[in-house]
Nanobody, 120 residues
Framework: QVQLVESGGGLVQPGGSLRLSCAAS????????MGWYRQAPGKQRELVAR???????TYADSVKGRFTISRDNAKNTVYLQMNSLKSEDTAVYYC??????????????WGQGTQVTVSS
C-alpha cells in the first residue's frame, strides 16, 4: 500500500520561509511526477509546482521566483522550498504523485495535507 506523508507546514510571518517535505512509501517501482497543490478556504485546489522524474519542473505563475520544488528519487521524496511568503500563500498544501508504479499497477496518490499560514 502506498502512503504519502507530508511535513513542514506551520505559521510564518510574511516574508518568511518554510520547507515542505513529502515522502512516498510502499513497494514503489517508479514515480513519473511529484507535485504540490494547495487549497485556500473557499477556493479550488490549484497546482503550485510539479517535478518530473527527469528533473523538469513547472510552477504556477504566482509562485515563480519564490518557490523551488526538488525531489530525491532514491528516497521517493519531494520538497517545496517556499521563500518570500505572502498572506495569499495561506492554504492547505497537498502532495501528489502521478503515475506511481507498483507491482500491481499504476495510479495517482494524494497526501493528507499540511496547513501553511502566513500571518503577522
Amino acid at each position: 500500500q502506498v502512503q504519502l506523508v507530508e511535513s513542514g507546514g506551520g505559521l510564518v510571518q510574511p516574508g518568511g520561509s518554510l520547507r515542505l517535505s513529502c515522502a512516498a512509501s510502499g513497494s514503489i517501482l517508479s514515480i513519473n511526477a511529484m507535485g504540490w497543490y494547495r487549497q485556500a478556504p473557499g477556493k479550488q485546489r490549484e497546482l503550485v509546482a510539479r517535478i518530473f522524474s527527469g528533473g523538469r519542473t513547472t510552477y504556477a505563475d504566482s509562485v515563480k521566483g519564490r518557490f523551488t520544488i526538488s525531489r530525491d528519487n532514491a528516497k521517493n521524496t519531494v520538497y517545496l522550498q517556499m521563500n518570500s511568503l505572502k498572506s495569499e500563500d495561506t492554504a492547505v498544501y497537498y502532495c501528489k504523485t502521478e503515475r506511481l508504479w507498483v507491482a500491481s499497477g499504476v495510479g495517482d496518490y494524494w497526501g493528507q495535507g499540511t496547513q501553511v499560514t502566513v500571518s503577522s
